[in-house]
């Protein structure tokens, strides 16, 4: 638990001190986890994400005015390759609202829903989920500064709805974003994966860090490239086989965003 409890202490140092560069916006996800960040009114994003076994997610998100985001996403495993392709049972529905801007003495704090989660969809006895569960009800903070450029700090709670598992508890995540130079993004998050740690679960008491490099360039192009899985908790195939501390996984993403 060592790491677990200076992360969260760190994350709570860097939340509550005062905020010395307001008005930047956060990114909406850092890589699996949200942040407090929205699309502004009348925007909207539309995001490719290439994971490990030839899977494929597609999603978009809508800004309705400047505080309330909804959108879909959709995928599956197996679309790149030989295999037959294992779809997910449902579309991926989220929605966020920004219940709380920015100040000098706050962080920013938005209310949000996804039912969305990563890597392949698993069926089994006691399985039915994603490998790593949707986020479900969260709640996200966000705090930004001038520091060299931008730098975000950010955390949040959240309750998903995938419980077949039996692992009702609630969980928590922090991350950062640092701008380097105009047009790359450097991204860190830590998920304590609370509800994921049961005894002979995929994370144990490890959680999942991941990391990111975003490159913005063109008119509202990004490319991503993530690292996952950093601590090499065990994973799962569609089929539901352990997969014992794998390498981390290389995936990326490709966004375009715009306005209607």
Not at 51 to 68: E, M, T, W
Not at 78 to 101: D, Y
Request: glycine share 12%; hydrophobic share 35%.
């Amino acid at each position: 638990m060592g790491i677990r409890r200076v992360l969260a202490i760190f994350a709570c140092a860097f939340l509550s001190i005062p905020a010395c560069a307001l008005g930047v916006d956060a990114p909406c996800r850092l890589v699996d986890t949200p942040t407090a960040g929205s699309l502004s009114s009348r925007q909207y994003l539309l995001e490719s994400q290439l994971f490990d076994g030839g899977g494929l997610v597609q999603r978009v998100l809508f800004g309705l005015n400047s505080y309330v985001n909804v959108g879909l996403s959709y995928g599956g495993s197996n679309i790149v390759g030989s295999e037959r392709v294992a779809w997910q049972p449902h579309v991926g529905f989220q929605v966020r609202v920004r219940l709380i801007e920015e100040s000098p003495r706050s962080p920013a704090l938005s209310l949000g829903f996804d039912s969305q989660g990563e890597g392949p969809f698993l069926r089994g006895e006691r399985l039915n989920r994603f490998r790593d569960k949707s986020r479900g009800v969260y709640l996200a903070l966000s705090r930004n500064y001038r520091f060299f450029g931008n730098l975000g700090f950010h955390g949040g709670v959240n309750y998903s709805l995938e419980t077949d598992d039996e692992d009702i508890d609630p969980s928590f995540w922090v991350g950062f974003d640092k701008s380097l130079g105009s047009g790359i993004d450097l991204c860190g998050e830590y998920d304590f994966a609370v509800n994921d740690d049961a005894p002979h679960s995929m994370t144990g008491d490890r959680g999942r860090l991941n990391t990111a490099v975003k490159w913005r360039f063109g008119k509202g192009f990004v490319l991503e490239l993530d690292i996952r899985n950093l601590l090499r908790a065990d994973r799962r195939d569609p089929s539901g086989s352990v997969q014992s501390t794998p390498e981390p996984s290389r995936e990326l993403r490709f966004y375009y965003s715009g306005t209607f």
